[in-house]
């Protein structure tokens, strides 16, 4: 069971370029997350999804899109790199939204900077 | 809209003393709270976490955590700390009744000297 995988653990872009990280859960789980951790500022949540085929804006969407395609991968592009993207990015998933029993399981992180 | 607060940007400690971290959330409804830890280059794990019944929360390595709800807090606590508590400590919220996705204070980091 590995649980919250990312694809790749460690990126360098230049400004301008595009590319996409890739999430995998082997949990079932219905929500995914992406989450950006930046010094002092703690977790801030890019995009979610609520189900296959499903994304949602959450507080930092700009300049990131999303796909859901199958229940299990939940994909972050980046269209155009900027610097500002220059982030630790991390996906997350959990079985049901505002359940009694709801926890959140993260991925291992990806290092992107952007020159 | 929910939001998440933590008293200390970065606490020190020696070996052995006692650790308590603050955190305070503003939400109207009944929540689930979490406290995540963070080592150096890792991702966050799960700590401990709180849905209902006994307000004191026991989690893994010694920890454990005092639900107030008239306080809104959910502070973090641990007796007699170690060199290798040295990590990044996040304490989190979710509404049970789905009204806001999990929400993440900004962090405490803890050096713990040896």
């Known amino acids: 069971n590995a649980g919250v995988t990312q694809t790749p653990k460690f990126r360098v872009l230049k400004t301008g370029q595009s590319m996409t990280l890739l999430c995998a859960q082997d949990?079932?789980?219905?929500?995914m997350y992406w989450y950006r951790q930046d010094p002092g500022m703690g977790l801030r949540l890019i995009h979610y999804s609520v189900g296959e085929g499903t994304t949602a804006k959450g507080e930092v969407p700009d300049g990131y899109n999303v796909s859901r395609l199958k229940k299990q991968n939940f994909l972050l592009g980046l269209e155009s790199a900027a610097p500002s993207q220059t982030s630790v990015y991390f996906c997350a998933s959990s079985y049901l939204h505002g359940s009694i029993l709801d926890t959140i399981y993260f991925g291992e992180g990806s290092w992107l900077t952007v020159v | 809209a929910q939001s998440v607060s933590q008293h200390n940007h970065h606490v020190i400690l020696s070996e052995a003393a006692s650790l308590e971290l603050g955190c305070n959330y503003s939400y109207g409804g009944t929540v689930n709270l979490f406290w995540y830890v963070q080592y150096p280059g890792q991702h966050l794990q799960l700590l401990l976490k709180y849905f209902s019944g006994d307000p004191l929360v026991k989690g893994i390595k010694g920890f454990e955590a005092e639900f107030i709800k008239s306080k809104f807090s959910f502070n973090l606590r641990k007796p007699s700390v170690q060199w290798s508590d040295t990590a990044e400590y996040f304490c989190a919220v979710n509404a049970q009744d789905g009204g806001q996705n999990f929400v993440f204070g900004p962090g405490t980091r803890l050096s713990v000297l040896p």
């Open positions: 949990m079932n789980h219905e929500y």
